[in-house]
């Protein structure tokens, strides 16, 4: 933790300073016993005591407790408040404090969180102690000597407040509300964040390249990521439906709110008076007003440069020249500076005022003023902070108060600005500073300056940055001295190092000394140790290390553990961890994203039993969590209830997070409503993604396009799409390029896909290579390909093996191959086996195989069954079939009507039919029409008819 020295006599109020954010995992931390200390008393610690007690939740006014004063209120008391309008989040919030831990509501300065917050509180726990700390220096202090009851309620307006050096941090708040404690003994902590504070954390969360996300409060950092979902809930500014409908029942007790509803600004903006003080603060004229809007300004400013706290009016007297118009810089008759102090601390509409008065002589800007100045508002706009105010802070500022001011310098892109408040800071011996110092100075001066002042910070002490150092060191390549500033942290019991180290031996084989540390690095480094047991195979000790990291309330643990369990079919038990997760009892690893998981499983294990709704409200938990896969299952079960609208809007929140498949499927959606626009647009962004599946359907779609069909196809096989592998040898092969189409059905065959198998084997085929014929369409035959074990029984015959052959042939024929039905006919034919190849014939006939119809004729026929042989030579010479329409003659010859007869030859003989031809020539013959005779006959030799070159000899003879 880094160390604040140096003159505290300054005359900026509320000293203190940030810390940075550290690198690698997070740990738990060695809390000390309770017994250690004894118990420290509540005063001057403890705001709002009665009687020396900590007062009830319902005893509190709620203006006491910074609510917002209402336009038009006459007192300071809760009497003047209009009535609460229930807001959305309300029921979300309820349950939340209900089960225990931390929950903070964040918005827009008056957006009514406190209210909010506060009026749930008196619904569900009025009776609980409300604990209202002075600092988070004076919790630290009550709660480490067991100062602080059961079922307390610890209420932390201003989260960022608290969130300093010896303050609270995740560690503190595991101490509050341990993971399984009872439900009659959990407390519970309520804080609130203005947007643009959180914003700051949750940037530094994410991380940057050069470093900007450590010039934040480290254990801000740490505490405030691991609150999401139900423990981060959102307090909008405007009121929705359902929250609109409630002001309006209350309108009618209070003009106040009737006017709200109807104004152009925020609800609670309105009631709050925000637009009317920035009116205050903007709009006026004389030497009064412009003294004032400069302290306004100059008050505002202080805290866009990063200091908070309030501001003495020396400060303000020393700036205010520089915040007023030149033409009254110099005048004699300005008002002095306590009667426009006193002008802006004037309550607006008798609701809030722009300056709040604080003890010492000392002011603070009003938050909503600082929020309209961050977001561009006037009368700053958008200008920077002026040069004389950071630098006249930074003179009158103490060490960690400069620090505070090269992070705010550092977010606002000062970098020179904060380069000196580093710089000064570091220099009194700071280390947080020369942690940013380093991370800012590593793109202009490069990574020998930063690793200068990092190492400088740990020579010093500070363990944090011994870690970080670590971790930044170990992924360079630089493991030695990686492991010494592991080794040194580890040593002082930080627990983050000892898993980093832990880790680096586990990678260099160096088991037992990593077991070590990472028995030693508390929950985390259990969790790792069992995730290495696991991976290397030893699942007994992996799953009793896991057991262990979840016992201690490791979030992560506790969700693996419940997909270890279900994995071996002991769901119930999986379902209790996953339980844990979702009630918050794990305080450590990853929580929210365990606790989404953990419910998306809950849903899954639930639909697997048939519990639809069930399922549904777990993945909608998960989804409000951010998990993009329980968003699209939300987005199927939409589709199953036919409600594409539905569908749309959860595949759109899945897109959003860059989930592939609901991309995939929203452009299935447009594409079913005929906007072939919209699925394009949708397939491009999943491809994009390397979504293969909208890669072959963007292929579809370019069908006029050869060039851009076979782009997509190429990229579809390139990344694993087996049909789309198929399709582009099929390209391949259609513009004779055999060698790329083989090598693309090679692939395509070798994951199993069937028509890609036979084409292989087709290829071996036709190339005489037997073996790799016979072993392709054996392997397309056992995966139930038909042409391939009828293919495979030709081959086989090929090679002699005649039972193979027909094995194979009745495999196809059985499994509805009609050819190998037929050709099984031909066979039992052959044998002289006139029972099954009238069997055969039948299932192919019926089939609509028109030879198999064409022989079953035959064999009808043969036993005297001419009408059904008429039938299937009539529907096989429908088909075009060039015997039966032979046969039908024969049969129209026989009944002595040579005119149909004629026809049917005649038919027979244009498709080529030799024997047909024959008939044609003789009825000619036998009509004396010698060269009609002569004609049918050379055609039916020319097709290699003995009987026609015979009868052709003979009639040559003759003549």
């Known amino acids: ?98 089960i225990g831990g931390m929950v903070l509501l964040h918005g827009r300065a008056a957006a009514g969180k406190s209210r909010t917050a506060l009026e749930v509180l008196r619904a569900v726990l009025p009776d609980a102690p409300l604990l209202v700390p002075r600092d988070g220096q004076a919790l630290r202090e009550l709660a ?52 643009q504070e959180l914003a700051r954390y949750d940037h530094a969360t994410g991380g940057d390249r050069d470093g900007a996300s ?28 359902a929250e609109h409908e409630g002001a309006a029942r209350q309108a009618t007790r209070d003009s106040r709110v009737a006017r709200a509803l109807v104004a152009d600004e925020g ?55 520089a915040y007023l118009p030149p033409v009254l810089r110099h005048r004699a008759d300005l008002p002095p500076t306590h009667d426009a102090l006193a002008w802006a601390c004037e309550r607006v509409l008798g609701a809030s005022s722009c300056l709040q008065p604080r003890q010492d002589d000392c002011y603070v800007a009003a938050d909503y003023l600082v929020d309209h100045a961050q977001r561009g508002g006037a009368p700053v706009g958008d200008a920077q902070v002026p040069d004389v105010t950071w630098l006249v802070l930074l003179k009158a500022a103490s060490t960690a108060q400069a620090y505070d001011i090269g992070v705010a310098a550092r977010s606002t892109e000062r970098r020179d600005i904060a380069e000196l408040a580093f710089r000064a800071a570091a220099a009194a011996g700071h280390t947080d500073a020369m942690f940013s110092l380093g991370a800012l100075l590593v793109r202009t001066h490069g990574r020998d300056e930063m690793l200068r002042w990092w190492r400088a910070a740990a020579q010093a002490g500070d363990t944090m940055v011994m870690n970080n150092l670590g971790s930044f060191l170990e992924p360079a390549g630089e493991l030695d001295e990686a492991e010494h500033w592991w080794r040194l942290a580890a040593a002082t019991g930080h627990q983050v190092a000892m898993g980093n180290l832990g880790g680096l031996l586990s990678d260099r084989g160096d088991d037992e000394e990593a077991e070590h540390w990472l028995h030693a690095a508390g929950d985390e480094g259990l969790y790792n140790l069992a995730r290495m047991k696991l991976a290397r195979g030893d699942a007994e000790q992996g799953e009793r290390y896991l057991r262990e990291a979840a016992l201690g309330g490791h979030s992560a643990a506790m969700m693996n553990l419940g997909v270890l369990l279900k994995d071996r079919g002991e769901g119930a038990e999986a379902e209790r961890w996953w339980l844990r997760v979702v009630d918050g009892v794990g305080v450590r690893g990853i929580i929210e994203v365990a606790r989404s998981l953990s419910m998306f499983n809950l849903g899954v294990v639930c639909e697997a039993r048939g519990e639809r709704e069930r399922a549904e409200y777990w993945w909608r ?65 999943a491809a994009g993604h390397g979504h293969p599946d909208a890669m072959v359907n963007l292929a579809h779609l370019a069908a ?19 049909d789309a592998m198929f399709e582009l040898a099929s390209l391949h092969y259609g513009q004779d390029e055999v060698r790329s189409a083989e090598h693309w059905w090679l692939r395509a065959a070798e994951a199993g896909h069937g028509d890609a198998m036979y084409n292989v084997g087709a290829l071996a085929l036709n190339r005489g290579d037997l073996v790799q014929a016979r072993h392709w369409y054996h392997r397309a035959a056992e995966a139930r390909h038909l042409q391939a074990m009828a293919a495979l029984s030709d081959v086989c015959d090929l090679e002699g093996d005649f039972a193979e052959a027909e094995q194979w042939r009745v495999t196809a024929a059985t499994a509805g191959h009609v050819p190998s039905m037929t050709d099984l006919g031909v066979a039992c034919l052959d044998r002289e086996d006139e029972t099954n190849a009238r069997h055969w014939f039948r299932l192919a006939a019926e ?30 010479a429908a088909g075009g079939d060039s015997v039966a329409m032979a046969n039908l003659g024969v049969l129209a010859e026989n009944g002595k009507d040579t005119t149909h007869a004629r026809q049917w030859y005649r038919r027979a003989a244009d498709l080529g039919h030799p024997g047909a031809m024959v008939r044609l020539g003789a009825l000619a013959y036998r009509e004396d029409d010698v060269a009609g005779a002569e004609h049918w006959w050379s055609l039916a030799a020319q097709e290699g008819d003995t009987t026609a070159a015979e009868l052709l000899r003979e009639l040559g003879e003759r003549q």
């Open 267 to 321: 609800f609670a903006e309105f009631l709050a008076a925000g637009v009317g003080m920035v009116r205050r603060w903007s709009t006026g004229d004389g030497p009064l007003f412009h003294v004032g809007q400069a302290l306004i300004s100059i008050a505002v400013d202080c805290r866009r440069a990063g200091l908070h706290g309030p501001i003495h009016t020396s400060i303000l007297e020393a700036l205010k020249p």
């Open 144 to 195: 480490e000597s067991g100062s602080v009851p059961e079922r307390v309620v610890v209420w932390l307006d201003d989260l960022e407040r608290f969130l300093r050096p010896g303050g609270f941090d995740l560690a503190l708040l595991q101490r509050l509300c341990p993971s399984g404690a009872a439900p009659a003994t959990r407390r519970t902590v309520v804080a609130t964040m203005r947007d």
């Open 847 to 876: 089939a609509g195989d028109t030879s198999a119809m064409s022989h079953l004729g035959v064999l009808l026929a043969n036993q005297g069954e001419l009408a059904e042989a008429l039938h299937w030579w009539t529907t096989s």
């Open 704 to 722: 006029d396009d050869p060039d851009q069909v076979r782009y997509w196809y190429q990229a579809a096989s390139e990344a694993g799409q087996v």
């Open 214 to 241: 450590a010039m934040v409060d480290r254990q801000g950092v740490e505490l405030i990521e691991q609150l999401r979902g139900r423990r981060r809930l959102h307090v909008a500014q405007v009121l929705s439906r």
């Open 621 to 685: 938990a998960a989804a409000d969590c951010g998990d993009e896969q329980s968003m699209f299952n939300l987005a199927l079960v939409a589709l199953k209830r036919d409600d594409p609208v539905e569908a749309e809007r959860w595949f759109l929140h899945a897109a959003d997070e860059d989930f592939a498949d609901a991309m995939f499927h929203l452009g299935a959606l447009y594409r079913r409503r005929g906007d072939v626009v919209g699925a394009e647009r949708w397939w491009r962004a």
């Open 1 to 98: 933790m880094g160390s604040g020295t140096g003159d505290t006599s300054n005359l900026i109020s509320d000293a203190g300073h940030a810390n940075v954010v550290q690198a690698g995992t997070i740990g738990s931390v060695v809390l000390q016993s309770d017994a250690v200390r004894p118990p420290v008393g509540l005063a001057g610690r403890a705001l709002h005591l009665v009687g020396g007690r900590l007062p009830a939740v319902r005893e509190i006014d709620l203006l006491a407790l910074r609510v917002k004063p209402a336009i038009e209120s006459s007192g300071d008391t809760d009497a003047d408040l209009p009535p609460y309008v229930a807001r959305d989040v309300d029921a979300r919030l309820r349950e939340t404090v209900l």
